[in-house]
Nanobody, 121 residues
Framework: VQLQASGGGLVQVGGSLRLSCLASGRTFSSLAVGWFRQAPGKEREFVAAIGWRGAMTDYADSVKGRFTISRGNGKNTVYLQMNSLKPEDTAVYYC???????????????WGQGTLVTVSS
């Protein structure tokens, strides 16, 4: 499975962005997908995850109520809708996939390149 994240950019505080994770490979629809992020000088951290059916989701406390993860109708795309963005959301965002639903970085098997999100104050 190959993953490609896109949709990052520069946005002002309080603004919104939607990240996309486009996957290739027939098995993607059966994988759980997660988003992680890494801010400058910090460890990579969990942001959100969604199960292969789309019914199960999990969010980091720092983004609950502001971010929404969803699967596209075609099942080969996963989105991360980010609203009410804050400066502390500035980071490189990575999409990743795993067979069994998880929010732990070490469990994820497939990683895409990151997309940079910058929130200006």
């Amino acid at each position: 499975v190959q993953l490609q994240a896109s949709g990052g950019g520069l946005v002002q505080v309080g603004g919104s962005l939607r990240l996309s994770c486009l996957a290739s490979g027939r098995t993607f629809s059966s994988l759980a997908v997660g988003w992680f992020r890494q801010a400058p000088g910090k460890e990579r951290e969990f942001v959100a995850a969604i199960g292969w059916r789309g019914a199960m989701t999990d969010y980091a406390d720092s983004v609950k109520g502001r971010f929404t993860i969803s699967r596209g109708n075609g099942k080969n795309t996963v989105y991360l809708q980010m609203n009410s963005l804050k400066p502390e959301d500035t980071a490189v965002y990575y999409c990743t996939a795993v067979i069994s639903f998880s929010n732990m970085e070490s469990n994820f098997d497939y990683w895409g390149q990151g997309t940079l999100v910058t929130v200006s104050s």
